[in-house]
């Protein structure tokens, strides 16, 4: 029953550092996401996917990259850390139809020095 | 621009009494409505959403939520707080026609013993 899973859930980088949060579900969900989450500004999108080959933007994507190679896997790249980037970061996934509901990972919580 | 409004930072309730935690939406068309609750350092767990039909919601650990088309409101309500209730919640909007939840920036209830 493992559902939305991510790693790591800890990680201290360096500015200028790069590294991959990893993301998988096994409810062959069509759709998944990546937030992060910032005290006072509630759950912000960053990047999300419809479909296996297909990503698109959310509201803040600067300084992130996905892919969706796989139903299962929705990686979210940290290309050059910033301390702006430090933060708790979430991957959920649902299902296509409208009224479903979405499903969160346990979160990664990432501070860049 | 659409948006979700949780016009309270926090919210105080003695052990056993009522509680309400407010959510009020801006968005065209007739959105789908969740709430969502995070105990501290996990993810956000679904406790109920609107979809359509009933205006009252039941969800989890006895929470509802009352749905008002006319003041374009989702408020969360206990009738009994119990102390295990503390945590943030978050009011979220699926807007219909799309794929994107847009999220309030959360209101953390303390419930008083």
């Known amino acids: 029953n493992a559902g939305v899973t991510q790693t790591p859930k800890f990680q201290v980088l360096k500015t200028g550092q790069s590294m991959t949060l990893q993301c998988a579900q096994d409810?062959?969900?069509?759709?998944m996401s990546w937030y992060r989450q910032d005290p006072g500004m509630g759950l912000r999108l960053i990047h999300y996917s419809v479909g296996a080959g297909i990503t698109d933007q959310g509201e803040v994507p600067n300084g992130y990259n996905v892919s969706r190679s796989t139903t299962e896997d929705f990686p979210l790249r940290l290309l050059s850390a910033a301390p702006s980037q430090t933060s708790v970061y979430f991957c959920?996934?649902?299902?296509?139809?409208?009224?479903?509901?979405?499903?969160f990972g346990e979160g990664s919580w990432l501070t860049v020095v | 621009a659409q948006s979700v409004a949780q016009p309270e930072d926090q919210v105080n309730v003695a052990e056993g009494n009522p509680l309400t935690v407010k959510c009020t939406y801006s968005?065209?068309?007739?959105?789908?409505l969740f709430w969502y609750v995070q105990y501290p350092n996990r993810g956000l767990q679904f406790l109920l959403k609107?979809?359509?039909?009933?205006?009252l919601v039941k969800g989890s650990y006895g929470f509802e939520a009352e749905f008002n088309k006319s003041q374009t409101s989702f408020h969360l309500k206990k009738p009994s707080a119990l102390v295990s209730d503390s945590a943030l919640y978050f009011c979220a909007v699926r807007p219909s026609g799309t794929y994107k939840y847009i999220f309030g920036t959360g209101t953390r209830l303390k419930v008083l013993a």
């Open positions: 959920a996934s649902n299902p296509e139809s409208s009224g479903n509901t979405i499903y």
């Open positions: 609107y979809i359509t039909g009933d205006n």
């Open positions: 968005v065209s068309g007739n959105p789908y």
């Open positions: 409810m062959n969900h069509e759709y």
